[in-house]
């Protein structure tokens, strides 16, 4: 059983969340997923969730995979350096560390990016990089792996991410099967990605 613990902010991106939620958390046998934040409290976005969450001081539980999702509280958050501190913590203690979207920007923050491939939302690409100067964007994936560390693209992107890691730890006819439980048509290539070549006619 490995932990999955999910880092939530203000104005979280829904997706990005309860895209991999429900990839890992309909494999309870594997998998259990719980909710974290800097003060441990409810959070909200801006479609109007609300989860309850646990204070980041307080995880009892170990974390072997650490979700940092995006959306439009990354903005303020990379700015908090409580959270980013928090965040280095934490990731030193997990096994696994995820990105989708802009969350990447977080965790390019807190410089454990530098020198290793990641990737984050086409539409907030100039942005997310100003983040980590020395990190090596790849703005053409739909996912990248760099040791422990994943990143993916805009918001969908995460589920493809999400099953790709299930591929690389159960094998990929496991993750072909999660795909099509959820009638989910997953995207395999980590380097095909069409929404580049929309912004890039």
């Given at each position: 059983?490995?932990?999955?613990?999910?880092?939530?902010?203000?104005?979280?991106?829904?997706?990005?969340?309860?895209?991999?939620?429900?990839?890992f958390g309909r494999l309870k046998d594997?998998?259990?997923?719980?909710?974290?934040?800097?003060?441990?409290?409810?959070?909200?976005?801006?479609?109007?969730?609300?989860?309850?969450?646990?204070?980041?001081?307080?995880?009892?539980?170990?974390?072997?995979?650490?979700?940092?999702?995006?959306?439009?509280?990354?903005?303020?958050?990379?700015?908090?350096?409580?959270?980013?501190?928090?965040?280095?913590?934490?990731?030193g203690q997990s096994k696994y560390v995820?990105?989708?979207?802009?969350?990447?920007?977080?965790?390019?923050?807190?410089?454990?990016?530098?020198?290793?491939?990641?990737?984050?939302?086409?539409?907030?690409?100039?942005?997310?990089?100003?983040?980590?100067?020395?990190?090596?964007?790849?703005?053409?994936?739909?996912?990248?792996?760099?040791?422990?560390?994943?990143?993916?693209?805009?918001?969908?992107?995460?589920?493809?991410?999400?099953?790709?890691?299930?591929?690389?730890?159960?094998?990929?006819?496991?993750?072909?099967?999660?795909?099509?439980?959820?009638?989910?048509?997953?995207?395999?290539?980590?380097?095909?990605?069409?929404?580049?070549?929309?912004y890039h006619k």
């Amino acid at each position: 059983m490995m932990n999955l613990t999910v880092l939530l902010f203000e104005d979280f991106e829904t997706l990005d969340v309860f895209g991999p939620v429900e990839i890992f958390g309909r494999l309870k046998d594997k998998y259990q997923v719980s909710f974290c934040s800097l003060a441990g409290r409810i959070i909200k976005n801006e479609h109007g969730i609300s989860i309850v969450t646990e204070r980041m001081n307080d995880l009892r539980n170990e974390v072997d995979i650490f979700l940092i999702p995006g959306g439009h509280g990354t903005r303020a958050a990379v700015n908090d350096n409580g959270l980013i501190e928090k965040i280095i913590e934490i990731c030193g203690q997990s096994k696994y560390v995820l990105t989708v979207c802009t969350g990447s920007a977080l965790l390019a923050k807190t410089g454990l990016l530098d020198g290793r491939k990641a990737t984050t939302n086409k539409k907030a690409f100039d942005w997310v990089i100003t983040q980590g100067q020395h990190v090596e964007w790849i703005k053409k994936a739909r996912w990248t792996k760099a040791d422990k560390f994943y990143t993916s693209a805009g918001v969908s992107a995460g589920m493809d991410m999400s099953l790709g890691f299930l591929s690389d730890i159960h094998g990929v006819d496991y993750a072909r099967k999660v795909a099509f439980e959820i009638e989910y048509n997953w995207i395999e290539d980590m380097e095909e990605d069409n929404f580049y070549l929309q912004y890039h006619k």
